[in-house]
């Protein structure tokens, strides 16, 4: 029997939970389907085990699969390196309404949430979380580990790099063709942000327009 899991058993895993309990259900493979969290908050949840990841290794299985469930993408990928060690292969969370359009690539481990739309000419790398009624527009690359909150607009010729946080409601501008906005690295957009122009790795920006965080 095939073990699966989510990786996460607070705010984010349980929202994440029965997207894949539909979507393995609907598989018609025999499973098992649990929480895996390193440090238990119970022994189950909404209807789910909760087990720690040393416990869901010890049990007998045919092969693992996991969906890393943590907002913090910086745990989420040492989350990543240790099942990778471990041969725990990925699986994607898609709700049924996602909609995906022409020519999209799409990293392994991701989370789509309900609502989400991915257009045309789209570049996504691993463990992408894509929260409700988010969209990600034309012609853009979304680096590793990039996570979208509720409602982000990511409009086209867009490059978000590696580790970028974008908070709930922010608008991203589009960019030009051959000239596009760029969130650089470990970036985070605040809640409601409307970026206008590019966003230099590891800073926070806020505002309408977003500006730089002046640090206290």
């Not at 699986?91 to 020519?103: G, I, K, M, T, Y």
């Not at 985070?188 to 309408?208: C, H, L």
Request: aromatic residues 6%; glycine residues 10%.
């Amino acid at each position: 029997m095939k073990h699966v899991a989510i990786f996460g058993a607070s705010g984010c895993g349980r929202g994440v939970m029965p997207l894949a309990r539909q979507q393995w259900a609907a598989s018609g493979e025999p499973h098992q389907l649990v929480f895996v969290d390193d440090n238990p908050p119970a022994a189950e949840c909404n209807g789910h085990r909760i087990l720690t990841y040393t416990e869901w290794l010890a049990q007998p299985a045919s092969s693992r699969h996991v969906n890393i469930a943590i907002a913090n993408s910086s745990l989420r990928q040492k989350l990543v390196e240790r099942c990778t060690v471990d041969s725990v292969q990925f699986f994607e969370v898609r709700a049924s309404n996602v909609v995906q359009l022409d020519e999209v690539r799409l990293g392994e481990g991701a989370i789509l949430c309900p609502f989400v739309t991915l257009t045309s000419n789209i570049c996504i790398g691993k463990h992408f979380h894509a929260n409700i009624y988010s969209y990600v527009e034309h012609d853009c690359v979304i680096g590793d580990y990039v996570t979208f909150a509720p409602g982000v607009k990511c409009n086209g010729n867009v490059v978000v790099e590696d580790h970028v946080y974008i908070g709930a409601g922010a608008i991203i501008k589009q960019g030009q063709h051959g000239k596009p906005l760029v969130i650089g690295r470990g970036a985070v957009v605040g809640m409601g942000a409307v970026v206008t122009k590019s966003v230099p790795p590891n800073v926070t920006v806020v505002g309408n327009p977003a500006r730089q965080m002046e640090k206290p």
